[in-house]
């Protein structure tokens, strides 16, 4: 749910930017950047939590 969102926000940034409709392949391409960033975000979120068990432990 958060990376398709996050998608959906790239896909509206770029069309404004490029002022123009984005191929089929440029929406992929950042529906998959979207997914990234949200896999990458929550692995940090995951080692951060664990360091602070950690960290009382």
């Known amino acids: 749910m958060m990376a398709e969102k ?3 926000e790239l896909v ?3 069309q404004a ?8 392949e440029e929406i ?9 960033n949200t896999r990458r975000v929550m692995a940090n979120a995951a080692e951060n ?7 009382f432990a």
């Open 49 to 55: 939590s664990i360091a602070k068990t950690e960290t």
């Open 6 to 8: 996050f998608s959906e």
């Open 17 to 24: 930017s490029l002022h123009r409709p984005l191929t089929d």
């Open 12 to 14: 509206e940034e770029f």
């Open 28 to 36: 992929m391409f950042l529906y998959w950047v979207g997914e990234e």
